[in-house]
């Protein structure tokens, strides 16, 4: 059985591991979790843009405008990708320039995963892609 792998780059407060590998897929046996009001409202969010993603800090800004404290939503965010209903689709990169102190100008880039629903079809067209790119390697 293969599995994936997964990262989290998520730096800050929570500790949360960088990386995990994925456990393998439940055969059925066990009831179903049930539903979480934030963790659903987040799914809701990411499948607004369909397989192509949404912004993750778009989705938190919602549902933080909605009346969710800021560390509900990213631990649901968090907790949907590690059970496998929430998967990465793309990233944002955002170019941010400005000038130092020395008046001279600088820049930095800043990425922001797309996350979307977790679909049978999106996982293998990713490991599709991971084929080609080990294949050409």
């Known amino acids: ?36 009001p934030i963790q659903d409202a987040i799914v809701e969010q990411a499948g607004q843009a369909g397989p192509r993603g949404v912004p993750m800090g778009q989705i938190v800004d919602a549902l933080v405008g909605s009346g969710h404290t800021l560390d ?13 209903r929430l998967t990465p689709s793309g990233f944002v990169c ?20 797309l996350l979307a629903p977790w679909s049978a079809d999106l996982d293998q067209h990713h490991d599709h892609d991971h084929d080609l790119a080990d294949a050409a390697q």
């Open 1 to 36: 059985m293969r599995k994936h792998v997964s990262s989290r780059t998520r730096a800050g407060r929570h500790g949360w591991p960088f990386w995990r590998v994925a456990r393998p897929i439940d055969s059925g046996h066990a009831a179903p979790p049930m539903s979480d």
């Open 72 to 84: 509900a939503v990213e631990q649901g965010i968090w907790a949907l990708l590690g059970r496998r």
């Open 94 to 113: 955002r170019i941010v320039r400005r000038r130092d102190a020395f008046g001279e100008p600088v820049q930095a880039r800043s990425y922001e995963l």
